[in-house]
């Protein structure tokens, strides 16, 4: 199994640096990794590294809380879609979510893929806030505004994905949408086990370590 296909290849520090952003997308084009992932203020830096490779540039929307303003998300996925995102990872507004403001969460999600037109929108739903059914309210609202993923984590949060997460949100998308694993996946076994229950990413900051750990160990 080729793990690197799965992987986005992470870094949204609050202190990572140009230099940094560079160094990602070496690794990312060397190790053939599906795509790199950084805050929206790295998008042009990152696809200038990435010119003339395969390797995929998804940037992040209100992250890493999602409480923001739904006009700057909306224009901070425009921004970085004219910058060469092609993909949009964002936070939904969780807040909302529990206070019961489904229109609002979904209308958010709605603008913004209409915003980014044919490019991919992944729902970051940050799980480890959210109570079964809160998850699978989330699910069903980024499916009816028509995103392409749904994703468990920012990785900022109290813990990061679960396999428990992953069966809840598969039940509720099927296959009508995808599943993005993200936020403590640290090796390649446990990034295995995503595959194995039929995630389509890895969201990680440790992808290098996960392709370099040797297969037959596993
Ligand atoms: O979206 C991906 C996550 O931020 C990565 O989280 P991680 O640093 O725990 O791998």
């Known amino acids: 199994m080729d793990l690197n296909r799965f992987i986005d290849h992470t870094l949204l520090s609050a202190s990572a640096t140009s230099a940094d952003i560079k160094k990602l997308c070496e690794e990312a084009v060397t190790h053939n990794f599906y795509a790199v992932c950084v805050n929206s203020s790295y998008t042009e830096t990152a696809k200038a590294y990435l010119k003339g490779s395969q390797v995929k540039l998804a940037a992040t929307v209100g992250f890493p809380l999602g409480a923001a303003l739904a006009v700057s998300k909306i224009e ?71 995103a392409d993923f749904v994703k468990t984590s920012t990785g900022f949060g109290s813990r990061g994905a679960s396999l428990e997460d992953i069966r809840i949100m598969r039940e509720v998308v099927g296959v009508r949408m995808k599943i993005k694993a993200s936020g403590g996946i640290r090796d390649a076994r446990t990034a295995m086990e995503y595959v194995e229950l039929g995630v389509d990413r890895i969201g990680t900051s440790s992808g290098i370590k996960i392709v370099s750990e040797n297969p037959e160990r596993l």
């Open 76 to 146: 901070e996925a425009r921004k970085a879609v004219l910058e060469g995102a092609d993909e949009i990872d964002m936070v939904i507004n969780i807040g909302f979510l529990k206070d019961g403001k489904k229109a609002e969460v979904e209308e958010e999600i709605t603008a913004i893929k209409n915003t980014i037109g044919n490019k991919v929108l992944k729902v970051i739903i940050e799980t480890c806030y959210l109570s079964e059914k809160e998850i699978r309210l989330a699910c069903e609202m980024a499916l009816k505004a028509g």
